[in-house]
């Protein structure tokens, strides 16, 4: 029988959803790799969601006063991927350096996977992104 091995990520960045003063008192915790960020929720019952950051399109950073006060930050990230399109990373530190970094490492994954970034022109609505009709995003020659 096969042995199936671990395998050891290393991690760029990780934190936890910081819901109460700025203290990382959740079960939501955000991990990044070079190439793919990972939000994983729950205590008993657990759920982990990936994306691969040359699917991301767009992200934003949100901070309103409430979190100015405790230093944290909200990071809403727009992707191609069809059972992940919007998701946030909520209350995390340094949000906005974290937005700069996640920026520069999305245009890095893309150069490296060789995805043009692309403009979609319409109605501005996220339905567009979300729904590629037939646009091959990544260049395996397979729309996604």
Known sequence: MAKIEEIKEEFVWK???RPVFGLPLSFTRYRLTE???IVDVGFFSRKEEEVR??????ISLSRPLSQRIF???TIHV???DKTT???EIKKVKHAKQLKNMLSD???KQRDLKRVAS???IGSGGHEEASDLGGVDIDGDGIPD
Not at 53 to 58: A, H, M
Request: proline share 4%; aromatic share 12%.
């Open 53 to 58: 950051l040359y699917r991301v399109l767009d």
């Open 71 to 73: 230093r944290v930050g």
């Open 85 to 87: 399109p919007e998701f």
């Open 35 to 37: 190439e793919k960020l």
């Open 78 to 80: 727009c992707t191609a």
């Open 105 to 107: 490492m999305i245009e």
């Open 15 to 17: 934190d936890r959803k």
């Open 118 to 120: 692309r403009e979609y």
